[in-house]
Each structure stands twice: as structure tokens, then as C-alpha cells.
């Protein structure tokens, strides 16, 4: 009897082990194949990917990586919602940390969990906030690859030199950009002291959510971008722009300008993403150093939390199994602690596995960044995006309608009681 029964036990073993073993082959790379890795990645990283591709084919060497500079975000976008259509579509491709609500519940995204089990992957060294905005309905539908947040850049031989303290709120903004502003003799600007980013509503909103207006509410159902937090919000920008303390950029080549605009030492600070502190140290040169900060939080002198930006990296639904395992190892790989620590330094993105933040290598990149230091510290803060598919949409809509207030002079409440009753209307359609 105890002889059968150690024989039924060891046959339950065997199966066990070898449905393991069959699961683990279903998502195998088992033979030689070439995918295509859509990707937003400039020129200038180039070498960059190339090393990361190297390193690859050393651990996984039946997969050949074809990279495709696809450009922005918004062309990645429109480019695989055509792939799609046309049953043409990559292997694994990048994505803007607002899409991924938009793409799960469009089904876009290959459910990553079934691999990640399969393969022992430990998502959990994220940590909640970035499973969470690389997630859709509970279910992983992306990984996180390149994060950054809204930050602060300033001309620090500038602050150090006359003596300017950040503002840690909004209510301290007043008082730190007259004192930063410059004019010329016929009362033109010459030094502003701050530019926001008005191209894309992720740079600035935090200025109104730490403040309490929320551009939807949490279950996606209300507005209160006319709110009276609101308008006293937008009113104070647009008092400090009039007054010539700041400038909204806002348009073709804003990004470009305003960026050309602080390296010229003709603004103190602007607002912008802790990813390109890399190019704003390079650009700048030895003309003055560049410190970079939390941006200015909630009046309660308390909420300072920010939004995940930056880049996930996901597989189309659409792609073959073979695609899929191939990009699987891929992606597995691209989003590894030594790969993300890697190009954390390299870009000025951030570190986002919590394993290499007691390493020495970490600790090394630190005494080589030291602004770094004073943004990852407070990354617990940083939140995910809202998850409502619609939250885009509605907030683009309220960035066009700050750009007609704070650009061209549209009266304050009239116009964001318009936008208000367009995003309204748009959320009572989804």
C-alpha cells in the first residue's frame, strides 16, 4: 500500500513537473527568427540601443532585433492603431505611459501574466505605482521601460548667486518668479522666471491636481476644471504671464524654444520631464549648472505627489505566438535591473527596479548625477496616470482651452466653462 502510494505521489510529481515544463515550452523561442521593435528613441541613443541589442543576442541568440524609429509618441500611436487594422504589426513597440488605459480596454496589448508566470518574471520589483500604470483592469498589459516625472529645472549658479528659494507651493511661485524676472529698460522681458510647458497638460497639471481640481473625477463620470480651485488656478498663471514673471509655450516648436529659452540663461527654471536631464546638462555646458526639483506642490504645504511619465513597453495582441515568445524574451530583458539601470544613466530617465537601489552601481550613478538624487528620492510619489480611456481626450481638450486663456487672452471663466461642458458631454458619451 505505502509502496502505491509513493508511486501515485511521484506520478503527481512528474505530471506537475512536466505541466510546468509544458507551459514554460509554450512561450519558448525554439528555433532562429527576426522581429520588429517599434521604438521612439532619437538618433542620439542609437549607440545605446544598439548596445542593449548586443547584449541581447549574447543571452537569446536565435532573436535577431530589427529596430523602427516610428517618432513622437502620437506618431507610435497612430502607427500601430493602422497596424493593427491592417493585421501588420510589430513584434513589441514602445508606448507613452498615457496610452495604456486606452489600449486596454481596446485590447490592443498581449496579457503579459501568463509569461511573466511562466517565466518567474519578478514584476513586483516595480513596485505598486508602476504595475499599476503599466496595468488595465488588474491584468498586465505592458511593462514599465523608461520612466520619468514632472520636474523643475533651474539655473542653480543663477538661484545660488542672487539668493532665490524654490517655491515648495504655488503660493510660493509669486514671490520667487518677481524676484527671478529680469525686464529691459522698455519694460519687455528680459529673464523670465519660469516657462510651462504648454504643449502637452501632463507638464503643468500637477500645479491643479495638488491643488485639488481633477480634469475627471475618479470614476470618470465629472468635471471640475471650472471649478473655483480652478479658476483661481488659472487666473494666477495668466497674472504672471501678463505681468511678463512667465510664458505659456505653447504650439509649433514650443518644446524646442522653451528648452533653447533656458539654455540661453534667458529663463531661471523651466517645467519639463526628469528624463531629459541628460540634454539639458549637455546643452547647457559650462555656462552654469543645472539643478533640477520637485515641482511646486498643494497649497496644504502637504500633497506633492506627481504622474508617471515616460515609456512601457508592450506586445501587440495581434502578433504571432512565434512574434510574441521572441518579443516576450525581448521585453523581459529590456526592462531587466542591469538594462534599466543602464539606461537610466544614459538618458536621465529613472531607476525603476527597487533591487538596484542598494547596489553600489546606484549608488555610483548618484555621485556622478547628485539632482538625481533629490527627485528619485521622493519617487514613492509618483502616481499612475488615470486609468479612464477617455482621460487624454478630455484633458487635451483643457490644455487648448488654457493655451486660449493664457496665449491669446480669452477670458478666464467663459472659457473653461466651455471646456467644462465639452469634456461633460464627452463623458457622458463613453
Not at 173 to 186: I, R
Not at 194 to 222: P, R, S
Not at 247 to 255: H, I, K, L, P
Not at 322 to 351: C, H, R, V
Amino acid at each position: 500500500m505505502k509502496k502505491l502510494v509513493c508511486v501515485m505521489l511521484a506520478a503527481l510529481v512528474l505530471m506537475s513537473m512536466a505541466s510546468v515544463v509544458a507551459e514554460q515550452d509554450k512561450y519558448a523561442v525554439t528555433e532562429p527568427i527576426t522581429i520588429q521593435f517599434w521604438h521612439t528613441h532619437e538618433e542620439k541613443f542609437a549607440e545605446n540601443l544598439q548596445y542593449m541589442f548586443d547584449e541581447f543576442k549574447k543571452v537569446q541568440p536565435l532573436v535577431t532585433v530589427e529596430p523602427v524609429y516610428v517618432g513622437s509618441y502620437t506618431d507610435m500611436n497612430e502607427r500601430l492603431i493602422s497596424a493593427i487594422a491592417a493585421n501588420d504589426v510589430p513584434a513589441i513597440c514602445t508606448s507613452n505611459t498615457s496610452y495604456p488605459a486606452i489600449y486596454g480596454e481596446s485590447g490592443i496589448c498581449e496579457v503579459l501574466d501568463p509569461y511573466i508566470a511562466a517565466s518567474g518574471y519578478d514584476v513586483a520589483d516595480f513596485g505598486e505605482g508602476l504595475i499599476a500604470s503599466s496595468s488595465y483592469a488588474g491584468e498586465q498589459i505592458s511593462l514599465p521601460y523608461l520612466i520619468s516625472t514632472q520636474v523643475l529645472y533651474y539655473n542653480k549658479t543663477v538661484t545660488d548667486a542672487e539668493g532665490l528659494e524654490l517655491p515648495k507651493t504655488l503660493d510660493e511661485m509669486g514671490a520667487f518668479l518677481e524676484k527671478a524676472t529680469v525686464f529691459n529698460a522698455d519694460g519687455t522681458t528680459k529673464r523670465y522666471g519660469t516657462v510651462f510647458a504648454g504643449w502637452d497638460y501632463w507638464y503643468f497639471e500637477m500645479l491643479y491636481k495638488n491643488n485639488g481640481v481633477e480634469v475627471v473625477n475618479a470614476d470618470a463620470t465629472a468635471t471640475d476644471v471650472n471649478g473655483e480651485a480652478a479658476v483661481a488656478i488659472t487666473q494666477q498663471l495668466k497674472e504672471w504671464i501678463d505681468k511678463g514673471y512667465a510664458y505659456f509655450a505653447y504650439g509649433t516648436g514650443a518644446s524646442a524654444d522653451m528648452r533653447q529659452s533656458f539654455w540661453d540663461g534667458n529663463a531661471v527654471s523651466v517645467f519639463h520631464t526628469s528624463s531629459l536631464y541628460d540634454t539639458y546638462v549637455e546643452q547647457v555646458g559650462d555656462k552654469f549648472e543645472v539643478g533640477m526639483a520637485w515641482l511646486p506642490g498643494g497649497n496644504d504645504g502637504e500633497t506633492f505627489t506627481s504622474e508617471v511619465g515616460g515609456a512601457v513597453v508592450l506586445i501587440p495582441a495581434k502578433a504571432s505566438q512565434a512574434q510574441k515568445n521572441a518579443a516576450w524574451q525581448l521585453m523581459s530583458f529590456m526592462t531587466s535591473p542591469e538594462i534599466n539601470l543602464y539606461w537610466a544613466d544614459k538618458t536621465g530617465y529613472f531607476p525603476t527596479r527597487q533591487s538596484v537601489m542598494d547596489t553600489p552601481e546606484y549608488a555610483e550613478y548618484l555621485s556622478r548625477k547628485p539632482a538625481m538624487q533629490s527627485v528619485v528620492s521622493m519617487s514613492s510619489w509618483i502616481n499612475p496616470r488615470h486609468q479612464a480611456p477617455v482621460y487624454n481626450t478630455a484633458a487635451n481638450l483643457w490644455r487648448d482651452s488654457l493655451a486660449k486663456i493664457l496665449v491669446e487672452g480669452a477670458p478666464v471663466e467663459d472659457t473653461l466653462n466651455s471646456v467644462a461642458d465639452e469634456i461633460t458631454e464627452l463623458l457622458e458619451d463613453q
